[in-house]
């Protein structure tokens, strides 16, 4: 009777420890073994250069503000990116998913611009005249805080349009359907200021 008293309170001793320490570790917010806690992907739908010929853009609040704020990262006029407060920015091939540390330097304050950095102007091929997404690249971001992020650019044209239909090719009618300027894109911004996503 003694000894069957004694093993119930070592069990239950050894029971409420485990439970203990169980939830200490959860509380802690622990890391998935072997790095970082699973960085969010935000994405942000329609943001409207079209009204002013630019937007500016804070990667930290998530958010549009004005030109002379102290908190945008990225300017986006037409398809021009510039970086500002401190901010600078590279081109990197990569898809989001796979693409787990930023680059320790190549960094330029002068912006990023041109078909082929990180979209195409189709010209005269088919869509004509449209500013498509290139596959496989992203922007990535120091910003003046020294926080790293990576932006995959999804859509120039407001609502993500199927830009391999016909008519989307339709140039007469496109402006009306998706007007330009509106970007979609992803981000992952780390906040711990290391270069690891």
Known sequence: MVKNYIFQKAGLFAL???LFFTSCSKDGGSAPEG????????????L????????CFSLEHNREVAESSPDWDIKISGTTISFGNGASGRLAEGIMASYKTAPESGYSTSGITGSGSYYINTLYNVPQHAILMKPGVLIIIKTGKGKFAKIE???YYKGNPDVTTADF????TR?????KQH?????VLQPNGTTKF
């Open 169 to 172: 090719a339709d140039i007469a």
């Open 16 to 18: 409420a420890s485990g």
């Open 183 to 187: 970007y979609t894109f992803n981000y």
């Open 48 to 55: 409207n250069g079209f009204a002013k010929g630019h937007v």
């Open 175 to 179: 402006g009306e359907k998706w007007p």
């Open 153 to 155: 650019m999804i859509s």
């Open 35 to 46: 790095g970082n806690m699973a960085l969010e992907v935000t994405t942000v739908k329609d």
